[in-house]
């Protein structure tokens, strides 16, 4: 089945029709001199789920934004190159969109500048947004603010035709691969939302001292991820990989999350038939996109950004990051319902959703990530105990 990206309404005259009704800022925003061209960089895959509605505000507002300008890059290599860039005085990169990863890090180093003092610019995020994404929001220390939202995992995803008694422990999951050697993956967590979302997901499985502390609380969490790594072929550098290989048939059961699960399967990169389990004592962490903005963007650019913010809140725009599925469900705002999504993301979430989510998000504990310092820290000792195991 191919997907497509379809923009939800355009230009002004659609956004009217559409009934959205404008935020304050929104509507009092002051254009700028001329035009601005907008620089975008997507570190998390978020315009799958984002860039329909960046396309509706230049068409909805030609007077602030003559263009969007849109790249994508590793979270793990975009910090340095900010960085570098703010040494320089040459800042070309004006908005980052990204998880908690590019976030986190960033946040470490003093790259984002601060928008406490801009709250006047912005919605009241604690109205507007789903109750978890606002404390979601809570981890970016006001240096980003909370775009799209979702449960997350930590899940497991397997063949049935492979896997007829899929693991419901986490250790009948490590006595699974002993028994199948290379036949389990997942990705460098520090460059995957599956990746990271089991990383953190453990401590909570495997009933560690303190979920919240990789440093001095996570004992059984390394010792664990240790035993399993004996059993995987190798880490990959992207999570697009580990689900290349399960669709192959090279593994049976890899780590993922919702949006993981139904996306894969409506590209066809998955078969259909693949199934999805929790492991008990399961806890989700849930997990966010965000958007930063570089110190250095100039104040002209920072205010036409706040008003692009503005507009990306708006109902009508939120219910495009329902999208194929990738980061399920995606809107981040409240009272956004697939109803009121493009027709195209109705029919695939029709498809490939699978209804015991609903129960699974009601019925299970959710959890915020780690915050940015802790994160951070987790990920240097995965990479140093853990992934350099692999080479």
Excluded: C
Excluded at 172 to 181: V, Y
Excluded at 221 to 245: Q, S
């Amino acid at each position: 089945m191919k997907i497509t990206r379809r923009t939800f309404v355009g230009g002004a005259a659609g956004v009217a029709a559409a009934g959205i009704l404008p935020l304050r800022a929104f509507a009092q925003a002051k254009a700028p001199a001329s035009p601005v061209t907008i620089t975008i960089v997507d570190v998390a895959g978020n315009l799958a789920l984002t860039q329909g509605m960046f396309e509706n505000y230049a068409k909805a507002k030609p007077e602030f934004v003559s263009s969007f300008s849109f790249t994508k890059a590793p979270a793990p290599e975009l910090p340095a190159k900010i960085q570098a860039q703010q040494a320089a005085g040459k800042v070309d990169i004006d908005l980052v969109l990204t998880g908690t990863d590019a976030l986190s890090a960033g946040v470490d180093q003093g790259l984002w500048i601060d928008m406490s003092g801009k709250k006047s610019a912005l919605p009241d995020l604690e109205s507007i947004l789903l109750p978890q994404a606002f404390k979601m929001q809570a981890l970016a220390k006001d240096q980003g603010v909370v775009i799209t939202y979702y449960p997350s995992g930590p899940l497991i995803e397997y063949m049935p035709d492979k896997v007829a008694t899929p693991p419901k422990t986490a250790q009948e999951l490590l006595d699974w691969t002993k028994q199948n050697k290379n036949k389990f993956l997942y990705a460098r967590p520090a460059n995957s939302g599956p990746g990271r979302t089991l990383l953190m997901g453990l401590p909570y499985l495997l009933g560690d001292s303190n979920p919240r502390d990789p440093v001095n609380g996570w004992a059984k969490t390394w010792e664990y991820l240790a035993a399993l790594g004996e059993n995987i072929e190798y880490y990959p550098t992207g999570t697009a990989v580990v689900f290349k290989e399960l669709g192959e048939g090279t593994r049976d059961i890899v780590a993922t999350t919702t949006g993981w699960d139904i996306n894969p399967r409506a590209l066809g990169i998955v078969p259909e038939e693949a199934k999805v389990g929790k492991l008990e004592g399961f806890h989700w962490v849930t997990d966010a996109h965000y958007a930063a903005i570089p110190k250095g963007v100039s104040d002209e650019k920072v205010g036409v950004l706040l008003d692009v913010l503005n507009f990306i809140y708006q109902p009508q725009q939120q219910a495009i990051a329902y999208d194929a599925g990738y980061f399920y469900p995606g809107p981040a705002v409240k009272d956004v319902t697939l109803e009121m999504a493009p027709a195209e993301s109705q029919d695939v979430i029709k498809e490939f959703g699978r209804p015991e989510y609903a129960d699974w998000i009601a019925g299970s504990p959710l959890e915020v990530p780690l915050e940015p310092k802790q994160l951070v820290q987790a990920f240097r000792i995965w990479d140093e105990k853990i992934g350099a195991k692999k080479g």
